[in-house]
């Protein structure tokens, strides 16, 4: 059975940093395209970076310059590293792994950006 648990959500002032983990088990994420997702209320959920399995890197306008990120074969674990963050970075991020065709999602982990 597949699972994804995000960890490393939180409070945060702008200007601070965070690290959002994604925990796979059930899958090897070696062989796995992965990605950062996040949703506002009110808005639908946008790509926020992505890596294929040739280790491709896509990151969105928006985070560009600021997130990365990565993939851990051995913890099998993708990670997301967000640094400057802004209060518009506010949201709950979800970790997404398409594994032989399927997709699947973690449960969302919320970011807060705010003094």
């Known amino acids: 059975q597949v699972q994804l648990v995000e960890s490393g959500g939180g409070l945060v002032q702008p200007g601070g940093s965070l690290r959002l983990s994604c925990a796979a088990s059930g899958l090897s994420v070696s062989i796995a395209d992965m990605g950062w997702y996040r949703q506002s209320p009110g808005r639908e959920r946008a790509l926020v970076a992505r890596i294929s399995r040739g280790g491709n890197i896509n990151y969105a306008d928006f985070v560009k310059g600021r997130f990365t990120i990565s993939g851990d074969a051995a913890e099998n674990t993708v990670y997301l590293q967000m640094n400057s963050l802004k209060p518009e970075d506010t949201a709950v991020y979800y970790c997404?792994?398409?594994?032989?065709?399927?997709?699947?999602w973690g449960q969302g982990t919320q970011v807060t950006v705010s003094s």
């Open positions: 997404n792994i398409v594994y032989l065709g399927i997709d699947y």
